[in-house]
Structure formats: structure tokens, C-alpha cells
């Protein structure tokens, strides 16, 4: 697993306008149409988390979903994160098409 270095995470922020940096996580919340489409967004993108052998943190309250991805122990972010977060937001976008 590699890290980042500050320049490649602002970099790659340039990419993801939508997420924050929030210490050594990449944090982003979601809108929906409704509560149903919540929890399908978050079980099509778990198999991307499991394929990555990656896992998000979740937080949910009916149309709203905020992810948060990292880990505050490991201090930086990885490649993986961003791969995640490209992910994440490639899905949500074709929804909305």
C-alpha cells in the first residue's frame, strides 16, 4: 500500500472536487431521492470496497449519506482511498444521468 505525499492528494483533490480532506481521510456526502436509493448506492458499492479490500465509513440518515474514507491510524492517504473515491463517484454521477 503506498502514500501519498501532499502535492499527489491535492492533485487528486483536483479530480474529486466534491470530497474534503478532513485530517488523513477523504470525506464526501451524497443526496438522494429518497431513503431506498441509500441503501441500494451502499450495497452496489460495497462489492467495489470489497473488491479493493477497502472499507468506507458509512453514516446514513434517510437521504443523506456521508462516506469517509481512510484511516486515522495510518496518518496519510493511500492510493487505494482515491481509487475508492473515483469510484464512488463515478457510480453516483451515472445514476443521475
Known amino acids: ?38 441503501v441500494a448506492f451502499i450495497v452496489k458499492m460495497s462489492f467495489h470496497a470489497q473488491e479493493l479490500e477497502h472499507y468506507p465509513h458509512w453514516e446514513s440518515y434517510y437521504t443523506t449519506l456521508k462516506v469517509s474514507i481512510g484511516n486515522a491510524d495510518q496518518g496519510t492517504l493511500h492510493n487505494r482511498d482515491v481509487q475508492l473515491a473515483k469510484r464512488l463517484e463515478t457510480s453516483f454521477n451515472a445514476q443521475k444521468m
Request: no cysteine; hydrophobic share 45%.
Open 1 to 38: 500500500m503506498s502514500s501519498m505525499t501532499s502535492d499527489q492528494v491535492a492533485l487528486q483533490l483536483d479530480g474529486l472536487p466534491a470530497w474534503q480532506l478532513d485530517g488523513s481521510s477523504l470525506v464526501r456526502t451524497y443526496e438522494f431521492a429518497d431513503f431506498a436509493s441509500v
